[in-house]
């Protein structure tokens, strides 16, 4: 697996929603709660760079980010992929190469050989699993 995106690498897009958040904050009244058009905003970057760094960048509680994240894309996992495998073995190939890669920008390269397939859909789980 390579190497996770430089940990002082923060996207653009997430910076300038850092710095919305950080105006509110700096405005907001004692109690006030989080304007929906904001938790709308930090939960569509969590789909595109995941719940831990939105919510680490934002300074918001993961699970209340996960939540809202979850109800704005219908309950689905932000980073579940879809895989389609198929179902008669694929010894026949030979060789192929299969690259998997989260919302953060984390990537696994696996290099198959040969007639031993490894499980690859759970390779594919403990990959995004971990991030």
């Given at each position: 697996m390579s190497s996770r995106r430089n940990q002082?690498?923060?996207?653009?897009?997430?910076?300038?929603?850092?710095?919305?958040?950080?105006?509110?904050?700096?405005?907001?009244?004692?109690?006030?709660r989080i304007p929906q058009p904001l938790w709308q905003s930090a939960a569509k970057l969590a789909t595109d760079y995941g719940l831990n760094q939105t919510a680490t960048v934002l300074k918001l509680d993961y699970y209340s980010?996960?939540?809202?994240?979850?109800?704005?894309?219908?309950?689905?996992?932000?980073?579940?992929?879809?895989?389609?495998?198929?179902?008669?073995?694929?010894?026949?190939?030979g060789e192929c190469v299969i690259e998997f890669e989260d919302g953060t920008g984390a990537n696994m390269r696996v290099h198959l050989k040969g007639t031993e397939v490894p499980d690859v859909l759970a390779l594919g789980r403990n990959f995004w699993d971990a991030g």
């Open positions: 002082g690498e923060v996207p653009v897009r997430l910076l300038r929603l850092k710095q919305r958040f950080v105006d509110w904050r700096n405005t907001r009244k004692p109690g006030e980010l996960k939540k809202h994240t979850d109800r704005q894309t219908g309950g689905t996992k932000s980073n579940s992929p879809f895989m389609e495998l198929p179902s008669v073995p694929i010894a026949h190939a």
